[in-house]
């Protein structure tokens, strides 16, 4: 990979135009959104994206999310049904993420969708990404911006120490509020779950009024990309302990004395904004063990859970 000077953009209007020229010439920006930091490319443009799959060290197969301003802009991608314009109509914008038939008209890349005929989009719901999509008026193809297989960035921090001198530029546009990525729903054949998110399950299965099929049962989709170990930080990870044992650092959940904490309160949505900073924590820390507190499978602890059963499997 060639090395690359990465400037630094400010949120706001001057920024956003600049960082939107580095797009329009074929460029790689980092850009918050209300789930985590994505690393944005033009998605019309091949040579783009095959920089973008090098920057991020990420295996081909794997296909990109494109984000979008709004529905009527996602229409010229996509076919939409019944069930998923509810469901964009309910949850966009915000960290919903529809898997739809791509348009043969859409001048999507290929190496976007992996060479599938279907295109995973959202129209996210943050400020600064709203401000960087106006500036450039075109789809924006972005995967977390973290190095393949390590921690997704919810700081500015965050990105800066994993992608300085992979990228062009970084837009600092302060914390992410949700914290875990977006939620990912295919509607056909049947509507089904293909990544836990942002945005409760129970959230999205009370909007359609009938339950997600999970990915990989019957007559289910599935997403090429999930790996089964991801998320990882530098130490082993031991999930559902009670307590941390002799050389283990805990990351605690709830009342308990643990060295970092996602929420001393029992709060889901604080530990889903604070689990990624919190692995980042650790390999400061420079923990070699950690044991993770027990958290409800319920509302985000689904997300939460599923991000920490991937940083506990075998690497
Ligand atoms: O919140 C998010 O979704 C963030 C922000 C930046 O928007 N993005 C993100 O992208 O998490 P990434 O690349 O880390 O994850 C994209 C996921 C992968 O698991 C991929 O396999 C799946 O989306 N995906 C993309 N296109 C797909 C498709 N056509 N069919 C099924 N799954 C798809
Ligand atoms: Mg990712």
Known sequence: ???????????NDAGFTASAAVLAAGGLIAFPTETVYGLGVDARNTEAVARLYDAKGRPSFNPLIVHVASLAQAEAFVEFDEVSKGLAQAFWPGALTLVLPLRADSGISRLVTAGLDSLAIRVPDHAVARGLMGAFAGPIAAPSANPSG???PTKFAHVADQMTGRIDGIIDGGDCGVGLESTIVATQPVPTLLRAGGIPTEAIEAALGSPLVRAGETGAPSSPGQLASHYAPNGTVRLNAENAEQ?????GFGAVDAAVNLSPSGDLVEAAARLFDALHQLNALGAQRIAVSPIPERGLGRAINDRLRRAAAPR
């Open 1 to 11: 990979m060639k090395k690359v000077t990465t400037r630094t953009f400010a949120a």
């Open 150 to 152: 390590q921690i997704s």
């Open 247 to 251: 050389g283990e650092t805990l990351l």
